[in-house]
């Protein structure tokens, strides 16, 4: 057999082929939802296979079948191989065919084991409506295919009838339906002849509750389910037991690092805050020097000739330059800050020192004409880990000159 004679003889086959139906079937198995929604009432197309040629010989070759789909009759816009079955579900067309409210037409051809294609069967069609849930207030609405909740938007085939539940969230109250011909506080039930957009209307509640937890080695305040007002903004202060330190805050699921206090602004929903303790360990000493690249310097600092210096060398400056170390507590507490510096006799008499803390800025003066080569307390001040702290000295007018050497931070246990 050549392969025109093969294709002349499907082609007439096609005449006689199908009996071509849709079917309405009630959806009873889980719904998957995806942006565009699913169909609530499936529609399936299915066909009857033809037994034999037009000639009446036996049909001997037959492979599969395609079905075709298009908002247009006789104008397809995609097909679909569904290979050696008689049925096939209308919703596999979602996203590819139907993608929104209105009539689409459907038809099959059938191809034989050497991909040829018989004409179209007899064709189709159904019509889609689209239904829309809007909500204000808070609460679900349920249906068949309706999760709103996530999925506010579904397609479904014409003359179906929907039943929409309205659910309030804790705290608040269902106050009524409308649009769609709905109304009153029980269910709606639509009849989907027509696109249609339902409004449900709940309350909105006056207090939510925020539930705060500690762990072992400190406590949170207030703690509890705690009941607060719609709009207040509530702080909640952590605080650890002596010997304990702050480990880290979860606020609503995520991780807020260890501090010491939240506040929740304009409270709308309920809220969540945990937090967790880790026993002190003792602190090492730090000390930052004039080389080390926590440093920076504003003006002109050149090395020094003065002796006894605490690392390598010190460096000096005159008229106004400044020279920052910079400091990053890895635990709370409160820490010695002291100062090195190397002997000239030009050194000034009084240097500016200022010490960024925790509490903000101390300002203390130091003589650079004594004491040189050794540690000079500057005071004891309080820091929190994690934060990037500061220790700026600033040069005196010349012929004055000032040192900066190094700097060392004590914890005090």
Known sequence: MSQSFSFERFQKLAGSLFSLYILLLLVCSMVFLSPRGTFAAQATLSW?????????????????????????SRTYSYKEDVF?????????????????????????????????????????YATFHSLTINKSGSGIVTGL?????????????????????????????????????????????????????????????????ITASAGTGGSISPSGSVSVNRGTSPTFTITPNTGYHVAN???????????????????TSNHTIGATFSIDTPSKEIIIDNRDATTSRTGTWSASLGVNSYGV????????????????????????????W??????????????????????????????????????????????RYKVTITAQPSPASTCADAVKFAPVN
């Not at 609503?252 to 304009?266: L, M, P, Q, V």
């Not at 005159?318 to 100062?339: A, E, I, L």
């Open 84 to 124: 050696n079955v008689k049925t096939y579900p209308v919703n596999k067309l979602e996203s590819v065919c139907i993608t929104n409210p209105n009539t689409y037409y459907f038809a099959v051809k059938a191809y034989d084991t050497a991909k040829n294609e018989s004409d179209y069967s007899n064709e189709v």
């Open 145 to 209: 295919g309706i999760d709103c909740g996530s999925d506010c938007t579904e397609l479904y085939i014409k003359g179906k009838v929907v039943t929409l539940s309205a659910t309030p969230n804790s705290g608040s109250s269902f106050t009524g339906w409308s649009g769609g011909g709905c109304s009153g506080t029980g269910q709606c039930a639509i009849t989907m002849n027509n696109n249609i957009t339902v409004t449900a209307t709940f309350s909105s509640p006056n207090t939510y509750t």
């Open 48 to 72: 009857d296979a033809p037994t034999t040629n037009s000639d009446g010989t036996p049909l001997t070759d037959l492979a599969g079948y395609k079905v075709y789909c298009g908002i247009a």
């Open 313 to 340: 060398d010190s460096v000096y400056s005159r008229d106004g330059s400044t020279f920052t170390w910079y400091f990053t507590p890895q635990q709370n507490g409160n820490y010695k800050v002291s100062m090195w």
């Open 249 to 267: 805050v979860v606020v609503d699921g995520s991780s807020a690092g260890a501090i010491r206090s939240h506040t929740f602004s304009n409270v």
């Open 342 to 387: 190397t002997y000239r006799d030009s050194r000034s008499k009084s240097v500016p020192v200022d010490i960024n803390y925790s509490g903000g800025t101390a300002r203390v003066f130091v003589n650079q004409t004594k004491n040189a080569g050794t540690w000079n307390v500057l005071g004891t001040y309080p820091f929190k880990a994690g934060v």
